[in-house]
């Protein structure tokens, strides 16, 4: 991105612009909203740039009038410097969906961007305002963007949340990671964000459990084994709160109740080299009949993403062994399970792999 050394050269003549340009904007939806209800998208940029234009004659910005177009932001530019982004809705509020958070379309040297805002419902109107003083949250349709709201009070706005200025986060290397850290750090517990990054998409559609294959079944049960220790513990429906939320969003799969995975009964024997184990509840058989898958998908998720599975600091050295400790501990609450020691019999079925 390329910064300019004078960000806002002449910015109260820009101001008495944007000010002339508002009132004529208003004055005319008085005078004729028939016509102005008829302008929207690029009609509507044009028409603005056009009575930016004519106010600008005599002025510093005389000629310096660019509407953009196309997938560009902001629409409009003067000087090069300074930006007006055009935003509208038929209905009777203030609030709509805006741009990108990466601004990877941005227009090169713009520093300072406004967004002017058109209500085209009766009565028509139009506000103004520093682009940054009216995106309240992030919003996801096909990207994350900002949700614009006219109406914001000052003080309330996205950067005021995460306490980082519109013009820090904007020109970071990665500044949707430093948005989804901060919504992260405001989920609630058995809450996950249904967008994370480029690499952690989830399916486009949904599935339901049924109708996925077998195989498939099987892969997320043991990732489900990794990610969610706690199934390995005490009888509380309380330990599959988190599993629901992480199924949609991660794998695009919706099964009516996720206890059902989890809660074939029984109890039966497990030979492990020259030893006998003998009643082990069926959790942990499934489990150790997994181990191999389990081994694997620990290797190929990152300690950092284990980490906040897990709620503790692992390494990539020690993932592994936390992920037996965790286990094993879980198991401890469970009284079918108080005869087996878990940690040792993962460790000798492992040996022998």
């Known amino acids: 991105m390329i910064i300019s050394e004078n960000s806002e ?26 016509v102005i209800s008829t302008l929207a998208g690029i009609k509507l940029e044009s028409y603005i740039g056009k009575v930016m234009s004519e106010l600008a004659v005599g002025t510093i910005f005389e000629d310096s009038i660019q509407v953009i177009g196309g997938q560009k932001f902001p629409d409009i530019i003067a000087q090069k410097l300074y930006g007006i982004e055009v935003k509208t809705t038929t209905q009777n ?23 002017l805002f ?89 599935k339901m459990w049924k109708n996925i294959g077998r195989e498939k079944q099987k892969e997320i049960i043991t990732k489900i084994m990794v990610y969610f220790t706690e199934i390995f513990g005490n009888n509380s429906r309380k330990k599959f709160e988190r599993i629901p939320a ?22 039966s024997d497990l030979l492990v080299g020259n030893k006998l184990y003998k009643d082990i509840p069926r959790i942990f058989l499934n489990l150790f009949n997994s181990l191999t898958l389990v081994i694997e998908i620990i290797a190929q998720t990152s ?30 609450r469970i009284s079918d399970a108080q005869h087996l020691d878990i940690k040792k019999i993962i460790n000798e079925i492992i040996a022998l792999k």
């Open 118 to 206: 058109a209500k085209l419902a009766n009565p028509i109107e139009f506000r103004c305002r520093p682009y940054e003083e009216c995106l309240s949250e992030v919003v996801v349709t096909h990207s994350p963007r900002y949700l614009i709201d006219m109406n914001l009070p000052l003080g309330q706005t996205i950067f005021d949340k995460m306490n980082t200025p519109y013009d820090t986060l904007r020109k970071k290397k990665n500044p949707l990671g430093h948005v989804v850290d901060y919504y992260k750090s405001n989920l609630k517990p058995g809450e996950q964000l249904w967008w994370i990054d480029n690499s952690n998409v989830s399916n486009i559609s949904i």
């Open 9 to 34: 050269p002449n910015r109260s003549q820009f101001n008495t612009l944007l000010s002339s340009t508002l009132e004529a904007l208003n004055n005319e939806a008085v005078k004729s909203p028939k």
């Open 303 to 332: 300690y950092i993403e284990l980490s906040e599975y897990w709620g503790i600091r692992t390494t990539e050295k020690n993932k592994i062994s936390d992920w037996i400790s965790l286990v094993s501990e879980e198991a401890k």
């Open 246 to 267: 992480w199924l949609v969003t991660r794998e695009g799969i919706v099964t009516p109740n996720i206890r059902d995975l989890f809660s074939s009964g029984g109890k």
């Open 93 to 115: 509020h203030w609030k709509t969906t805006g741009n990108s958070v990466l601004e990877s379309t941005r227009v090169a040297d713009v520093e300072r961007i406004f967004m």
